[in-house]
C-alpha cells in the first residue's frame, strides 16, 4: 500500500495531493508545480500535519529543481537554497518542513559530482525516502502505542495525526487504526479542534473510514467526557519536541493535557524522532504560527460571528509543558519524564534526523 495524500508523479514533473481543505464534503486532488503551488497548499494547509508537509516540501523542492535544469552547477544549487528558503516560511512550527528541505539540499550538494542530472536523482531518492522512511516509522510507532492500551479503550483525541498528517497510519491515530486491523474495539472521542476543525473534518472522516467508534465532542466537552470516567488516554501528535520535552502541538493540546493531569488520565504523545528538536532548548524558543483572524470569526459560518471591528488572538499551536506528557513514543523507542535524560538516551550518540 502506498500513501494517497501526497504522490510524487513518474515523470517527476509535479506532486498530487488531497486537498485537505475540502474533506469531509468533497475527496479532491490538485496538481502542485511551481514554488508558489507548494508555498501556498501548505500555507492554506491544502497539506497539513508535519510529516505530510516535510514530505510534501521535500518532493517539491526536487519538482521544481527538475522543471528548472540547468547546465551551471553553482547556479543551480544557489537556486535550490532560495526555492527551499521560501517554501520553508511558509508555515514556522512544524521543524519537519524544515528537515525535509534540508534533507533534499543536503542530497544534491553530495552528488555536485555528477552534474545536474546526477543532482536532481539525488534529489528524487531523497525525496521518496523521506516519505518510505515516515511510512516505516508509523508502523513502528504505532506497534508501541499498542502497548499502552487495551480492548474497549476510550481514547481521546485532538486535531488530526493519521495518514493524511503523515503517510500511512499515522503518529496519534496510529495506534488506534493499526489496533482496529488486529482486531480491537477502541472507542474515540475526538475535539473537533476549533479554529480549523480538524477534528471534525479529517480525524472523525479517518476513523470513520478504518471502521473504529468515533463520537466527535467540542473542544470544551474534554472534560466532561474525562470526569464521566469515558476516556483511558489522550493520543495527540506535534510539530515540534524541545530537548526538554515541552511539546508543540495544535492549539488547545496543553488544555487537553491540562485536564488530563487532573483527572488522573495518561496523555501520549507520538512523533517521529526527528520531530524532538535538540536545537530549541525549551518550548519558549518553538516560534509559534500565528493566523488570520477570519479562521475564528467567519470561516466555516454564513455569517460572520463576531462584529467585524473586535480583535482576535489566533495561534495555530500551544506548548504541552513537559511535565503534563506521561510518555512521547517515537519509533526509536518510548521517552518518559524527566525527558533531558529519556530523549539523549533514545538518540544515543549517532542522533540521526
Ligand atoms: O495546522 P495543522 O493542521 O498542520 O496542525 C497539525 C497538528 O497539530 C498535528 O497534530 C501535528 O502536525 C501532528 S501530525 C502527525
Known amino acids: 500500500m502506498r500513501p494517497e495524500n501526497v504522490v510524487l508523479a513518474d515523470d517527476g514533473k509535479s506532486v498530487v495531493i488531497i486537498d485537505q481543505t475540502l474533506l469531509p464534503n468533497r475527496l479532491e486532488h490538485i496538481t502542485l508545480k511551481t514554488p ?22 521535500g518532493m517539491g523542492l526536487y519538482v521544481t529543481m527538475n522543471a528548472l535544469g540547468g547546465t551551471d552547477r553553482e547556479q543551480f544549487l544557489t537556486e535550490m ?23 533534499v539540499e543536503n542530497a544534491a550538494m553530495e552528488h555536485k559530482d555528477g552534474g545536474i542530472a546526477g543532482m536532481l536523482e539525488a534529489m528524487r531518492k531523497e525525496s521518496i525516502a523521506i516519505q518510505d522512511r515516515d511510512v516505516a516509522m508509523c508502523k513502528a510507532i504505532s506497534e508501541y502505542g499498542l502497548t499502552f492500551v487495551k480492548d474497549g479503550d476510550g481514547i481521546l483525541t ?3 495525526a493519521g495518514p493524511l498528517a503523515t503517510s500511512l497510519y499515522g503518529t496519534g491515530l496510529g ?11 477502541f472507542h474515540a472521542y475526538t475535539d473537533e479542534t476549533r479554529p480549523l476543525l480538524q477534528g471534525a473534518r ?12 468515533v463520537t466527535l465532542i467540542c473542544d470544551n466537552m474534554a472534560s466532561i467526557v474525562m470526569k464521566q470516567g469515558k476516556i483511558n488516554a489522550c493520543f495527540v501528535g506535534c510539530d515540534r519536541v524541545a530537548a526538554n520535552g515541552d511539546t508543540a502541538n495544535k492549539i488547545g493540546t496543553s488544555g487537553v493535557a491540562v485536564l488530563a493531569k487532573h483527572y488522573g488520565i495518561p496523555f501520549y504523545v507520538f512523533c517521529p524522532s526527528s520531530t524532538i528538536d535538540m536545537e530549541c532548548g525549551t518550548g519558549a524558543d518553538i516560534k509559534i504560527e500565528e493566523r488570520d483572524s477570519e479562521e475564528i470569526k467567519s470561516k466555516f459560518y454564513r455569517e460572520p460571528m463576531a462584529p467585524a471591528s473586535v480583535k482576535c488572538y489566533n495561534p495555530a499551536f ?13 519509533e526509536k523507542g518510548i521517552c518518559r519524564y524527566p525527558y533531558t535524560e529519556s530523549i539523549p538516551a533514545l538518540f544515543g550518540k549517532d542522533r540521526q534526523c
Open 36 to 57: 508558489e503551488d507548494f508555498y501556498d497548499a501548505i500555507k492554506a494547509l491544502k497539506v497539513r500535519g508535519a510529516p505530510a508537509i516535510g514530505i510534501c516540501a
Open 81 to 103: 537554497h532560495n526555492i527551499a528558503a521560501y517554501i520553508n516560511s511558509s508555515r514556522p512550527t512544524a521543524v519537519n518542513l524544515f528537515h525535509a528541505l534540508r534533507r
Open 158 to 160: 485532538h486535531c488530526n
Open 175 to 185: 495506534t488506534l487504526i493499526l489496533g482496529a486491523e488486529r482486531g480491537y474495539t
Open 202 to 213: 479529517l480525524t472523525a472522516y479517518e476513523l470513520d473510514k478504518a471502521g473504529i467508534d
Open 318 to 330: 500551544d506548548v504541552t509543558d513537559a511535565e503534563l506528557i506521561t510518555a512521547i513514543i517515537t
